[in-house]
């Protein structure tokens, strides 16, 4: 049983900083990717910031553009989690985030969402 569990949300007042965690747990299969999405009241679903690969390999990171340059993505590879260093917070970061991790060969699982509200 896969189980993604997602930490560090809260309320935040603009320009301020917040990191989210999410360990991932319960899988025999190697992680592709790991990624986190946000969805705000009202709006889809989108991909805030992603990384995959690593190891050996130089991993690879992307982010939404509204994101670029204030938001870090990482991830411990040791233990499975990954990282979202959010800083200069927008009233517009605020969202529900969820956690992404796709495992070797197809499967894909989602956290349950941590609230993030930006507001002063």
């Known amino acids: 049983q896969v189980q993604l569990v997602e930490s560090g949300g809260g309320l935040v007042q603009p320009g301020g900083s917040l990191r989210l965690s999410c360990a991932a747990s319960g899988s025999i299969y190697r992680i592709n990717t790991m990624a986190w999405y946000r969805q705000a009241p009202g709006k889809q679903r989108e991909l805030v910031a992603q990384?995959?690969?690593?190891?050996?390999?130089?991993?690879?990171?992307d982010y939404a553009d509204s994101v670029k340059g204030r938001f870090t993505i990482s991830k411990d590879n040791a233990k499975n989690t990954v990282y979202l260093q959010m800083n200069a917070l927008k009233p517009e970061d605020t969202a529900v985030y969820y956690c992404?991790?796709?495992?070797?060969?197809?499967?894909?699982?989602w956290g349950q969402g941590i609230q993030v509200t930006v507001s002063s």
């Open positions: 992404n991790v796709k495992y070797f060969p197809d499967s894909n699982y």
């Open positions: 990384t995959s690969g690593g190891g050996f390999f130089r991993g690879t990171t």
